[in-house]
């Protein structure tokens, strides 16, 4: 299929977390491409969506209500997930399950996490990061305030789905202007992501970009900033 056909197939998405910072940047993308945008949130999120509400639909609710995930997906050519392991109550596999069972089929689905995700046991990392991973998991669980395993589980099944999915992990984030789209590699470790830092607003626009971008169907792009050390010696 060429370009302009990709293009043309995506029409309508469904961002879900769309209150978030990620969220918000992602529905601008997604309405500066004129794409028809329905997001959803908790309850109490919506007015963080105020700037757009005369552009956008908001289906309220938690995102692992699988009734909210059903009416908010319905029709939608690519859903963007937020997959956040906030509580223990399997918030971030709920979520990704019920998009899996009801986006449409053929539907591109595009899902966010960090570099901690693994799809199959080749990427290298550092001893601080690892040690690091493990006692924040391990906090997290203890106080019930996060449940890091449940995003490693939520990837497992998107991984294992036969759907048309892109799993984006991203590197450290910070806020600022626009760098331009990211740059990706199969595996972190690889020299060319040593920088370890991404945009946020650069974040969400190589989610946006993967809904068009064929090449990214059924990867788990490691993604890091443009301007970050290991892409410009990589350049160089
Ligand atoms: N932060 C990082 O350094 C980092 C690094 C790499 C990758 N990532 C990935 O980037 C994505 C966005 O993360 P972010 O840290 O930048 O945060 P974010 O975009 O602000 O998103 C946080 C999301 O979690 C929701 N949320 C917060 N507390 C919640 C709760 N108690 N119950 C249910 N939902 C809750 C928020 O919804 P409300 O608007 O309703 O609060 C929002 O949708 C995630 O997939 C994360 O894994 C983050």
Not at 1 to 6: E, K, L, N, Q, S
Not at 71 to 95: E, H, I, K, M, N
Not at 105 to 117: D, E, K, Y
Not at 203 to 230: K, W
Request: hydrophobic content about 40%; some cysteine; glycine content about 8%.
């Amino acid at each position: 299929m060429d370009a302009d056909a990709v293009h043309d197939r995506v029409k309508k998405v469904c961002i879900v977390g769309a209150s978030g910072k990620l969220g918000q940047y992602m529905v601008r993308h997604a309405l500066d491409r004129g794409y028809e945008v329905v997001g959803v949130c908790r309850e109490r999120s919506v007015p963080k969506l105020a700037a757009f509400a005369d552009r956008i639909t908001v289906v309220p609710g938690q995102t692992n209500d699988r009734e909210v995930i059903r009416r908010a997906v319905d029709g939608c050519d690519g859903v963007l997930t937020v997959l956040v392991p906030w509580g223990v109550r399997q918030y971030s596999s709920g979520t990704a399950q019920a998009v899996l069972d009801y986006a449409k089929p053929g539907a591109r689905l595009v899902f966010s996490c960090g570099w901690h995700i693994t799809r199959d046991g080749k990427d290298k990392y550092s001893r601080a990061f690892t040690t690091l991973l493990r006692i924040a998991a391990w906090v997290g669980k203890a106080v019930r305030a996060v449940e890091i395993d449940d995003q490693v589980e939520a990837c497992r099944r998107v991984f294992a789905s036969d759907t048309r999915w892109t799993v984006v992990r991203g590197s450290d984030l910070e806020e600022g202007e626009s760098q331009g789209l990211p740059v990706w590699r199969r595996h972190v470790g690889d020299p060319v992501l040593s920088g370890n830092l991404t945009r946020r607003v650069d974040f969400a626009l190589f989610m946006v970009e993967a809904l068009t971008d064929d090449t990214l169907v059924r990867e788990a792009p490691a993604i890091v900033g443009r301007l970050t050390p290991g892409v410009l010696a990589a350049s160089a």
